[in-house]
C-alpha cells in the first residue's frame, strides 16, 4: 500500500504561436484542460503501474491524501484519480477554497511553456492536519502501515516537514521528489530513503553553485550528495537516462535512456517517480535491489515520452515490460 500526500493541480493550457505583449489581446490556437499537480500524477503513475488495465477496482493500494476547491475542477479531479482505482478518502474538497490551477501558455512556434501556478487549496494543508498516523488515512494503524509515503514539494514546506516526522516516528519509508526544489533542514533528509530529482533539482539541494552541472560526471559532485546522508539517491538526467547511487557503499549505476519516438516529456519524472515507487514496494522489497527499480522506472517513463499529455500519457502495468523479465 502506497500513500502519496501532495498537490492536486487542473492544468488551463492554452497554445499561441507568439506570446501577447502587455496589454495586448491575442487569439488562442487551441485551449484544453488536464488533470495535473504532481501528487496526483505520481499517485495516477503508481495505481497504474500496479494494476492491469483490465483489473479494475478490487485491487485499491493507492491512496491519495490532499486537498482541492468544493468546486467542478475539484470534484472532476477526485473522480479522475478514482477511475485509475485511487482510494481518494483522504481527498478534501474544501468550501472555503478554490482547487490549485496552472495556467500554461505553450508557445507552438517553440515548445515553450510558460507556467503559472495557484497553488490555492493544495497550501491549506497545515502542519496540525498531520500530527498522527490516524491523520494519513483511517485505514492506517501502527501495526497496519503504509509500505511507502511518496511525497513532493507542491505543499508546505512545514506541513511536509510535519509528515516526514511522523513517519519517522513509525519508522515508514518515505520516497521524496523535492520539486519544486527548494533547500531543505538537513534533519529532513534523516526520515527519507528514496530521494528522487532531476539535475536542477540535484543542483538547488546540494547548494551547487553552477546551476546546472553535468551530473552524469557523478565524481565532482558525489560527496555533495552522500552529506545529504539519503541511502538511495536517483538522478534523473532526462534523454540521457539515469544514474542510481547507493550512497552508503558508494554504488553507482547508471542507465541509458530508452530509444524512442519523443512526442511529449510531460509527466516522465512524475511516470518515473511512481514506477520506482511501485517496484521497492513489491518484488524489490526484500532483496534490496533497488537498481533494478531504477531500470524498471526509467522504462516505464519512456513510454509516457511516447505520448501526449500528463496523466493521460502514463503507462498501465500490462505497457511496460515486467522488471524481471528484463
Ligand atoms: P523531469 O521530467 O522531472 O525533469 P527528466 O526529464 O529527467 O525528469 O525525465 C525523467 C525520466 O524520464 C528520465 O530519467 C528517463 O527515464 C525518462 N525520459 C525523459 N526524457 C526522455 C527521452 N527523451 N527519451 C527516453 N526517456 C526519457
Known amino acids: 500500500r502506497i500513500l502519496v500526500i501532495g498537490s492536486l493541480n487542473t492544468d488551463l493550457i492554452t497554445r499561441t504561436s507568439r506570446v501577447p505583449a502587455a496589454g495586448e489581446t491575442l487569439i488562442s490556437k487551441s485551449f484544453d484542460t488536464g488533470s495535473g499537480g504532481k501528487g496526483a500524477n505520481q499517485a495516477v503513475a503508481c ?66 511553456n510558460r507556467i503559472l501556478m495557484s497553488p490555492n487549496a493544495n497550501f491549506s494543508l497545515k502542519p496540525e492536519d498531520f500530527t498522527t498516523l490516524s491523520d494519513f488515512g483511517k485505514d492506517f494503524t501502527p501495526t497496519r502501515l503504509p509500505c511507502l509515503i511518496v511525497l513532493q514539494l507542491e505543499i508546505p514546506l512545514d506541513t511536509t516537514l510535519q509528515i516526514l516526522k511522523v513517519a519517522s516516528k513509525h519508522g515508514i519509508d518515505v520516497l521524496l521528489n523535492p520539486a519544486p526544489a527548494q533547500v531543505l533542514p538537513k534533519e529532513a533528509y534523516a526520515a527519507v530513503n528514496h530521494l528522487i530529482v ?17 551530473w552524469s560526471k557523478w565524481g565532482e559532485h558525489f560527496d555533495r550528495i552522500v552529506a545529504l546522508g539519503v541511502r538511495n539517491v536517483v538522478i534523473t538526467l532526462g534523454a540521457e537516462g539515469v544514474i542510481y547511487l547507493e550512497t552508503r557503499e558508494k554504488k553507482l549505476w ?4 530508452e530509444k524512442v ?17 511501485v517496484a521497492v514496494t513489491t518484488v524489490v522489497k526484500g532483496g534490496g535491489d533497488f537498481a533494478a527499480a531504477v531500470r524498471w522506472a526509467n522504462t516505464a517513463a519512456a513510454k ?23
Open 47 to 112: 495505481a497504474r503501474l500496479s494494476t492491469q488495465k483490465c483489473d479494475g477496482p478490487q485491487n485499491v493500494c493507492v491512496y491519495m491524501v490532499g486537498a482541492v476547491g468544493d468546486d467542478t475542477f475539484g470534484h472532476e479531479l477526485a473522480e479522475g484519480l478514482q477511475n485509475n482505482y485511487i482510494d481518494v478518502t483522504g481527498v478534501t474538497a474544501k468550501e472555503s477554497e478554490k482547487t490549485g490551477v496552472a495556467v500554461i501558455i505553450v508557445n507552438e512556434q517553440t515548445g515553450q
Open 198 to 214: 532531476n539535475e536542477s533539482e540535484a543542483a538547488i539541494i546540494t547548494n551547487t553553485a553552477d546551476k546546472n552541472p553535468d
Open 254 to 257: 547508471r542507465f541509458d535512456a
Open 261 to 277: 519516438n519523443v512526442v511529449d516529456t510531460t509527466a516522465a519524472g512524475d511516470t518515473f517517480v511512481g514506477a520506482y515507487a
Open 304 to 326: 509516457t515520452v511516447e505520448r501526449s499529455g500528463a496523466q493521460g500519457a502514463i503507462p498501465w502495468l500490462d505497457e511496460v515490460p515486467a522488471y524481471w523479465e528484463e
